[in-house]
């Protein structure tokens, strides 16, 4: 017996082990193969143990495209993230990726290093290897949006509200958090804060923003300052910062909070008895800079599980395309204090 199956092996093996060989071994029909390989959960136990039997009688090894095309899915995601240093993002990729795995999904990773034309490039050429796409954070034109829209692949974008695409999202609200950490630093007798920015190709930059622009009509000052929501684009840009004589920096996210944070100590600068500054994610190094990073909590968890239910959705054929929000909240560390009178600058 062992024997022969040796043989049918080496048989298998020099022709190539096809779905249909493994059905006649089994005595099944291709179809009942093809749920039982992918676990669709409709077939027989009896006949599923036959079908792993024949398999590892004749070694065969399943062939993901083959079997997609077969069943109609390749039990494949696509995430597409513009910057796959930052921990924010593996945050919610991971938790995405938990929700996937548990109903059989694998996930492809891609990164689009902040590049609208390259991530639409990248989700165009993903399509005939996944069932769905998540973009994170997508820097996508509106155009290429609708163009993905338009397409058989489900589509889901994680904080980016777009109007008129006709896609699903879920995203944080990021201007009632700013406008909460504005707040706080009002009630410090902050007076006059620089943000310091994101991408401008972000569109959780231009929330916050728009956050810190109705801060003005509780009494805060604020001066933009272009940077890229990076270490070192943030630590670049505090020289320009200080020229407007704030006593608080608000950063883009905690990142850019811990560029500030550094360049703040080689000059000087004590932080929070001289320069409060504030951050966005709390991302785990905020727990562990010195002083500790006053920042707002952005829900990765809760984030990616919305992104992967929106996502199952879409697969099971649904056609929403509702935006559903994560609360963001408000952390207060040790990195804000009253305002310092008077406000410091570059000498």
């Known amino acids: 017996m062992a024997e022969s199956v040796r043989q049918r092996k080496r048989q298998a093996a020099k022709a190539g082990v096809t779905i249909k060989m493994v059905a006649k071994e089994a005595g099944v029909s291709t179809a009942t193969v093809s749920r039982a390989l992918s676990h669709a959960g409709s077939v027989n136990p009896d006949l599923e143990e036959r079908v792993r039997l024949a398999v590892t009688a004749l070694g065969y090894q399943p062939n993901a495209a083959a079997r997609g095309l077969s069943i109609g899915s390749l039990r494949n995601i696509g995430i597409i993230m513009p910057d796959m240093t930052n921990p924010y993002f593996f945050h919610v990729v991971d938790q995405i990726t938990r929700g996937a795995s548990e109903d059989g999904y694998r996930v492809l990773l891609a990164s689009s290093y902040g590049d609208p034309d390259r991530e639409l490039a990248t989700a165009l050429e993903l399509r005939p290897q996944v069932d769905g796409l998540v973009l994170l954070s ?181 056609a929403t395309t509702e935006v559903r929000y994560a609360v963001a909240e408000l952390v207060l560390r040790d990195s804000t204090a009253p305002a310092a009178i008077p406000s410091v600058s570059i000498q």
């Open 138 to 318: 997508s820097r996508i034109e509106a155009s290429g949006l609708r163009q993905l829209a338009r397409t058989d692949t489900p589509t889901v974008l994680v904080n980016r509200v777009e109007q008129g695409v006709d896609l699903p999202v879920a995203a944080v609200d990021n201007v009632a958090a700013i406008m909460q950490l504005c707040g706080h630093l009002l009630a410090l007798g902050h007076k006059k804060i620089v943000y310091l920015s994101g991408s401008e190709l972000s569109w959780q930059d231009q929330e916050r923003w728009k956050g810190v622009l109705l801060a003005r009509h509780m009494g805060l000052e604020a001066v933009r300052v272009q940077a890229e929501g990076t270490i070192e684009s943030s630590y670049a840009a505090v020289d320009r910062a200080l020229e407007s004589k704030p006593t608080a920096i608000v950063a883009f996210n905690d990142l850019a909070a811990v560029g500030a944070l550094s360049r703040l100590r080689d000059l000087g600068i004590d932080v929070p008895g001289q320069m409060s500054v504030t951050g966005f994610d709390d991302i785990p190094l905020a727990r562990h800079v010195q002083p500790h990073l006053t920042t707002v909590h952005s829900p990765t968890q809760q984030l990616g599980d919305l992104a992967w239910s929106l996502l199952s959705q879409r697969l099971s054929g649904s």
